[in-house]
């Protein structure tokens, strides 16, 4: 008998698990479709950023992060720690168990709420028609009178360099190398680039990463992009900008296996030798294999389904979020799409705010920002005041050791509206949160500089950068004094 719901939602990842709890808790009869396997065959949800994406890059960024403490930092606390080794092992093993966890909680979650999870591979075959195939090869069709499609993404691949999850792999290898590598390449200086060069760089490894365009972190406020590469260049991370890889050969070197990579820059062909190559160069939509062309869903020139701003596909009934929309790869940003898509499917008028989306990278410091930077407000021609504070004027920073990086908060000079906030420092990302939820009530620099922030506290130089804004900072001198 052909089973049916009031919503089939494909993929379980962040956008997906989240908008199949929604539409269950608002009373929809609701299946969540799910192929992603583990190592002994059990389905497993949480999707990308559970498996292999935000939560185990940010388990070993946090053990590699200790690591480097202890070995550095605890002396200056009169920490004595003698010799500080590590066990490469028990770290990936500590990293799977806060994957099987998280993803076991989302398990419970769908238990909780009433969400039937199906496993295996979905396929929207029409309208209110989704094709389930089993793992044992078996199909079933399923009646929806909704389908939201959130299959999510894979890492691109590129010619140059096949991927053979050995030597050369992609960012799901990197998650789980067995031993530190001594020369560790990585192709792309983005977030993720970034982040992974860093677990292995404070680990031991000689990391180079090698970035095709001329600037870092081109979509950062340029002054924190710099600060980020004089501050990874300090980390002993080698970032060569202008290096666009061209080619690679696997080969052996003292009976061990290593990559030499073939990359161009300004002065011509180079090579460059590694023990394992990390290939971080994006990621593209999952959206070739998850619908049959017969439905006529539109995607864009890359591979993105269209949608509208409220994440309607130009099929009646049919939505997509997460990864497989336009806009930021991030969790959070398909979180907020599933919500919206299961409210209004309740005939709720919620919508995603696109203009406040925090991005950040997990670094350290982390790097966080949300709204405009500068260079945007200059080229849209929006006259704007600005307001840095210094971490290393912070008392809470210097009590903790940890005074790298500043706050600097944009806003405009005609209504004092923040416009933007850009943050390089220690809890850069949960610093931020603050000043988007300050953005989304449309608040002022004034209104965060006449709000009482607990002291000491690294918040409090959000509240200076606020009233640096307006010339009267009271911890730091003040560019003009208003
Ligand atoms: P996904 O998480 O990719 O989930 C899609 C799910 O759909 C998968 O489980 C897949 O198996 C399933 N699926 C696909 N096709 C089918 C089908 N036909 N049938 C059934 N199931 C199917 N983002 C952040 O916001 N913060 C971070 O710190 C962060 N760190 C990251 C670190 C790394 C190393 C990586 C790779 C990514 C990171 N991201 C981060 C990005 C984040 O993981 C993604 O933006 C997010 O997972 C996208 O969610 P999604 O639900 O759209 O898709
Ligand atoms: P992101 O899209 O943020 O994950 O970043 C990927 C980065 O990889 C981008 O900055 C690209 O410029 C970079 N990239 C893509 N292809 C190459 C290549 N062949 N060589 C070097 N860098 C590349």
Aim: with cysteine; net charge negative; charged share 20%.
């Amino acid at each position: 008998m052909t089973k049916q719901y009031d919503v089939v939602v494909i993929g379980s990842g962040p956008a997906g698990y989240v908008a199949a709890i929604r539409c269950a808790q608002l009373g929809f009869k609701t299946a969540c479709i799910e192929k992603w396997l583990t190592s002994d065959n059990k389905t497993v949800y949480g999707g990308t950023c559970l498996n292999v994406g935000c939560i185990p890059s940010k388990a070993l960024l946090d053990s590699s992060h200790k690591y480097v403490e202890a070995q550095q930092h605890l002396a200056a606390h009169g920490i004595k720690t003698g010799d500080v080794s590590i066990d490469v092992t028990a770290m990936i093993d500590r990293k799977a168990r806060v994957v099987s966890q998280l993803t076991q909680g989302i398990k419970g979650l769908f238990a909780a709420n009433k969400v039937e999870g199906l496993a295996g591979t979905g396929k929207v075959t029409g309208n209110n028609t989704v094709s389930l195939t089993t793992h044992d090869g078996k199909q079933e069709e399923l009646l929806a009178n909704n389908i939201i499609i959130a299959a999510g993404s894979v890492p691109i691949e590129i010619p140059p360099t096949p991927i053979d999850q050995d030597v050369i792999v992609d960012s799901t290898g990197a998650l789980e190398f067995q031993e530190v590598p001594r020369r560790l390449g990585v192709i792309g200086a983005g977030v993720i680039g970034l982040e992974l060069g860093s677990v292995w760089a404070r680990l031991g490894s000689e990391v180079t990463i090698l970035e095709a365009l001329d600037d870092l972190l081109p979509m950062v406020d340029r002054q924190i992009a710099k600060d980020c590469g004089r501050i990874f260049d300090k980390q002993g991370l080698t970032i060569k900008l202008g290096a666009r890889v061209t080619g690679s050969k696997k080969a052996t070197l003292n009976k061990k296996p290593v990559v030499k990579v073939q990359y161009t820059d300004s002065e011509g062909e180079q090579e460059i030798v590694f023990d394992k190559l990390v290939v971080a160069v994006g990621r593209r939509p999952l959206s070739e294999t998850v619908i049959d062309n017969s439905v006529g869903i539109e995607l864009d020139e890359r591979g993105f389904i269209k949608v509208d701003d409220h994440c309607a596909t130009n099929v009646p009934g049919i939505y997509a979020v997460g990864d497989i929309v336009r806009g930021p790869m991030l969790a959070h940003k398909g979180m907020e799409e599933g919500v919206m898509v299961a409210e209004r499917l309740a005939d709720k008028k919620t919508q995603v705010n696109y203009d406040l989306v925090p991005s950040v990278i997990y670094t350290h410091p982390e790097v966080a920002w949300v709204g405009k930077n500068e260079e945007q407000l200059k080229s849209e021609g929006t006259e704007y005041n600005v307001g840095t504070f210094p971490f290393a004027a912070s008392g809470r920073a210097q009590a903790a050791n940890d005074t790298e990086g500043m706050v600097k908060l944009l806003a405009d000079a005609k209504t004092d509206r923040i416009l933007g906030c850009h943050i390089i420092g220690a809890s850069a990302a949960d610093l931020l949160q603050q000043i988007v939820i300050a953005m989304e009530f449309s608040a002022s620099a004034e209104d965060i500089g006449l709000t009482m922030f607990a002291h000491p506290a690294l918040s409090e130089a959000i509240h200076e950068a606020a009233l640096a804004a307006n010339g009267h900072a009271i911890h730091i001198g003040n560019r003009k004094r208003r």
